[in-house]
Structures are given as C-alpha cells and as structure tokens.
Antibody, heavy 121, light 113 residues
Framework: QVQLVESGGGVVQPGRSLRLSCEAS????????MYWVRQAPGKGLEWVAL????????YYADSVKGRFTISRDNSKNTMYLQMNSLRAEDTTVYYC??????????????WGQGTLVTVSS | DIVMTQSPDSLAVSLGERATINCKSS????????????LAWYQQKPGQPPKLLIY???TRESGVPDRFSGSGSGTDFTLTISSLQAEDVAVYYC?????????FGPGTKVHIK
C-alpha cells in the first residue's frame, strides 16, 4: 500500500536550516507529482511547495519562496524540503502528500503522518 | 491567489441527521477545456493527517462511504454527509487545485449535537 514517511523535523534556532525528507513506497514514485503542506498547531492547512513527477517543475508559496527548496530523487523514492533562514512562523507540522495523478494539478490522495518543525531560540 | 471560504465555522448535528458544509472560491475553479471543477474535500480527525474524500467536486475517493457527497460548480460547492455517524466527527476542508498557489478553506468543525 502507499506509504509516505516524513523525517528530519526537530527544534532549530531562527535563521538556521533544516532538511526534511519524505520517503515513499508502495507506488511508482516517478509517476506522481508531490507536495509539501504544513499546519500550525490548531490551525488550518497551507500548501507549501510542489514538484512535478520528473522534478523539472517546482512551485512555492510566497511565504517560503526564496528560503525553501523542494527536490526529489526518483532513484531513492524520496522527496526533500530544504528550509533555510527559518523563522518562528515556520513552526508547524510538515506533511508530504502525493498527487493523485501525474499532473501537477491533482488532488492530494495520500498523506504522510507529518513531522514537526519548531523554530525557537 | 484564489481565496477559499467555508461556512459554517462549526456545525453540531445529531447522529443520523444531515450535515451540510459550504465552500466558496473567489474565482471559478471550473476548467472549461475539460469541464472539471478543480475542487477537493478533505477530512481531518484529531492527531491524523487529512484524508481525501471528494475530488473534481463530486467524485468520491475509493473507500469513502457513500453518505459523503459533493456538489457544485464554478465558485460554489457543498459537502453533504447524509446521515452523520460518530466517526465523522472531524474538521473538513475544501481545497482548490486549479491554480498555484493551491489554497485551502479555513475548515469546518463537525461535532455531535
């Protein structure tokens, strides 16, 4: 079955960096666009970034543009989110999610359990 | 950016009764070339990630009970739970995937009356 497992979260000081990983299994990873979505404790959902199935197209929310970089390694069935210049407002749970189809413009049909990032001095 | 709004913020419904959640987008999410509405509904229970319920505004995801249905087109959409069960207590979000940035509604919390 489809599984998405995030890792790499933790506590980090403002201005520092962190890299999240999302390891996928149970499906042909290279056939699906992938997303990062975040959710502050007790708050709603915010789409963060998208990467196309082949990794050539990448899009970001304005709130992270220029600071975060999404990437993927299809040979390792893994997606990444490099987060630089972290701010207190980046403190949230980060979910990776799979696009239901190869198209970038697809619903998010499978989600990981999330990894918590806390930005605090 | 497309702004998604939902109403009500919170909804108390008796077991077995109907629950209706509304979602409105600030611009149409209907793609004319394929006549599809790029609108999804998700359910999120406490401590869990969201779960896809409905996509293309009215297509039920595999395994989702048929008491869940979606309707609407253009800018106005509805999620209906025809007969509320105890396990349906959750927050429900609508989301547009028509244009980037993809955006979610603020959520509607459904609980038992």
């Amino acid at each position: 079955q489809v599984q998405l497992v995030e890792s790499g979260g933790g506590v980090v000081q403002p201005g520092r960096s962190l890299r999240l990983s999302c390891e996928a299994s149970g499906f042909t990873f290279s056939s699906h666009a992938m997303y990062w979505v975040r959710q502050a404790p007790g708050k709603g959902l915010e789409w963060v970034a998208l990467i196309s199935s082949d990794g050539n197209n990448k899009y970001y929310a304005d709130s992270v543009k220029g600071r975060f970089t999404i990437s993927r390694d299809n040979s390792k069935n893994t997606m990444y989110l490099q987060m630089n210049s972290l701010r207190a407002e980046d403190t949230t749970v980060y979910y990776c999610a799979r696009a239901a189809a190869a198209s970038d413009y697809s619903p998010f049909d499978h989600w990981g359990q999330g990894t918590l990032v806390t930005v605090s001095s | 950016d497309i702004v998604m709004t939902q109403s009500p913020d919170s909804l108390a419904v008796s077991l077995g009764e109907r629950a209706t959640i509304n979602c409105k987008s600030s611009q149409s999410v209907l793609y004319s070339s394929n006549s599809k509405n790029y609108l999804a509904w998700y359910q999120q229970k406490p401590g869990q990630p969201p779960k896809l319920l409905i996509y293309w505004a009215s297509t039920r995801e595999s395994g989702v009970p048929d008491r869940f249905s979606g309707s609407g087109s253009g800018t106005d959409f509805t999620l209906t739970i025809s007969s509320l069960q105890a396990e349906d207590v959750a927050v429900y979000y609508c989301q547009q995937y028509y244009s980037i940035p993809f955006t979610f509604g603020p959520g509607t919390k459904v609980h038992i009356k």
